[in-house]
């Protein structure tokens, strides 16, 4: 079992920055993947961006790429989002997802075993 606790989620205004921080613990995280999924208001959980049990490849949602960066600090069990230029279309509750085999699609939530609780970003105009 994985236990996976999201944080750094907040009220910031349109331009802004935001890190989201997701700390795992339970089984070993070294060999995980690593997803950040958002979902609105009224929408569906949709595909942030994942990164692999090395760090070493990383993908990206349209919607996010060039201004949101995923990173894993492996010894620390820890996967971070960093959101730059933040959009009022980025408010949405964040939640950090592991997954244990590779293979598939890595934007489909349902190829993940494990999910945080979630955390609110919100973004005003």
């Known amino acids: 079992q994985v236990q996976l606790v999201e944080s750094g989620g907040g009220l910031v205004q349109a331009g802004d920055s935001l890190t989201l921080s997701c700390v795992a613990s339970?089984?070993?995280?070294?060999?995980?993947?690593m997803g950040w999924f958002r979902q609105a208001p009224g929408k569906e959980r949709e595909f942030a961006a994942a990164?692999?049990?090395?760090?070493?490849?990383?993908h990206y949602a349209e919607s996010v790429k060039g201004r949101f960066t995923i990173s894993r600090v492996i010894a620390k069990n820890t996967v971070h989002l960093q959101m730059n230029s933040l959009k009022p279309e980025d408010t949405a509750v964040y939640y950090c997802?592991?997954?244990?085999?590779?293979?598939?699609?890595?934007?489909?939530?349902?190829?993940?075993?494990?999910w945080g609780q979630g955390t609110q970003v919100t973004v005003s105009s």
């Open positions: 339970g089984r070993t995280f070294t060999n995980y993947g």
């Open positions: 997802a592991a997954r244990v085999a590779y293979g598939g699609m890595w934007s489909a939530s349902n190829n993940y075993d494990y």
């Open positions: 990164i692999n049990w090395s760090g070493g490849s990383t």
